[in-house]
Nanobody, 122 residues
Framework: QVQLVESGGGLVQAGGSLRLSCTAS????????VGWFRQVPGKEREFVGT????????DYSDSAKGRFTISRDNAKTTVYLQMNSLKPEDTAVYYC???????????????WGQGTQVTVSS
């Protein structure tokens, strides 16, 4: 099992940027692809993007493409989500989880973190 902790959320104005971190402990972090998801109260958890084990490949939702970038530092057992040009509709709790690269299916991911709140004001 991998323990994941998200951090870096906060309040930002529309057009601003935030960098979220997902720090892991437990089993070898570099074995796993990591996904970022977000959830708004009353709605299903939504895929944001994912990065493969080595960091060589990433995939994003249509809403994240061109604005968000996922990277990882396996030496620091941390995955990052750089979010630029933020919009009010990006407001959500953001989660990271380990799972297979190449899928957007939430149920295939495990070891979810507790989430970090991102609020974008207009």
């Amino acid at each position: 099992q991998v323990q994941l902790v998200e951090s870096g959320g906060g309040l930002v104005q529309a057009g601003g940027s935030l960098r979220l971190s997902c720090t892991a402990s437990g089993r070898t972090f570099s074995w796993y692809a990591v996904g970022w998801f977000r959830q708004v109260p009353g709605k299903e958890r939504e895929f944001v993007g994912t990065i493969d084990r080595t960091g060589d490949s990433t995939d994003y939702s249509d809403s994240a493409k061109g604005r968000f970038t996922i990277s990882r530092d396996n030496a620091k057992t941390t995955v990052y989500l750089q979010m630029n040009s933020l919009k009010p509709e990006d407001t959500a709790v953001y989660y990271c989880a380990v799972g297979p690269y190449g899928t957007t299916r939430t149920y295939l991911f495990d070891d979810w973190g507790q989430g970090t709140q991102v609020t974008v004001s207009s």
